[in-house]
């Protein structure tokens, strides 16, 4: 989606898009490129884009538009490794469960609490 593109949808100025967009790229969370039809940016820099905006839209100015980002990029770096950490253990559990299965361990273990007459 060109810069233009980007304005019309948004229903914003093209001095203000482009401002946008050069922001969010000098800081890396867009990487715009030059094509024939102008300056494009991705898919994924138009959600980047829609997200800058919507905090903008919400009464931040562009540099604490920045921070707020920041801190969702860290957020959600640290969600994606605890999801990774949680599947990782359960998997061992899953293989802690088939090795008890597996040796009949259960039923020896819970023979150890039944009341004996």
Known sequence: MTIWELSKKFDLPYSTTHKYVQILADHFYIFPRKTDKGIEISESDLETFEKFLTIIQGGYKPKEALLILDDRRVIRKLLIEISEKIDNIEERLEKIEEYIERK??????????????
């Open 104 to 117: 009949g361990f259960w039923r020896k273990f819970l023979s150890l609490f039944k009341r004996r007459r």
